[in-house]
């Protein structure tokens, strides 16, 4: 069983910065971060495919976060810069084993962390 473990999540005013990281050590097609707010569906926030060089951000974060892979130490981390009170949710790490098709999209990721709660509040 895959396991993906998040952190870094807290409370942060607004403009701040914050970094969350995910433990992932398996081998993966494509991984990512999701978010999700009560009432919603959960949306793909950044993911990426290593072997294809490929990079997703969803237009409401593109220029604020970055999604970088350290291969040697197992994490994916999210860097979220300018933050905004709309941007307040649970985050979660997920990851999809089969090679191709959709790559970032919640209904087709494979597994799934438990989230870490981002909250953006003056």
């Known amino acids: 069983q895959e396991q993906l473990v998040e952190s870094g999540g807290g409370l942060v005013q607004p403009g701040g910065s914050l970094r969350l990281s995910c433990e992932a050590s398996?081998?993966?097609?494509?991984i990512g971060w999701f978010r999700q707010v009560p009432g919603k569906e959960r949306e793909g926030v950044a993911c990426?495919?290593?072997?294809?060089?490929?990079?997703y951000y969803a237009d409401s974060v593109k220029g604020r976060f970055t999604i970088s892979r350290d291969t040697a130490k197992n994490t994916l981390d999210l860097i979220m810069n300018s933050l905004k009170p709309e941007d307040t949710a649970v985050y979660y790490c997920?990851?999809?084993?089969?090679?191709?098709?959709?790559?970032?999209?919640?209904?087709?990721?494979?597994?799934w962390g438990k989230g870490t709660a981002v909250t953006v509040s003056s």
């Open positions: 990426r495919i290593d072997s294809e060089y490929s990079t």
């Open positions: 997920a990851a999809k084993q089969a090679y191709g098709g959709r790559w970032c999209e919640y209904d087709v990721m494979d597994y």
């Open positions: 398996g081998l993966y097609y494509s």
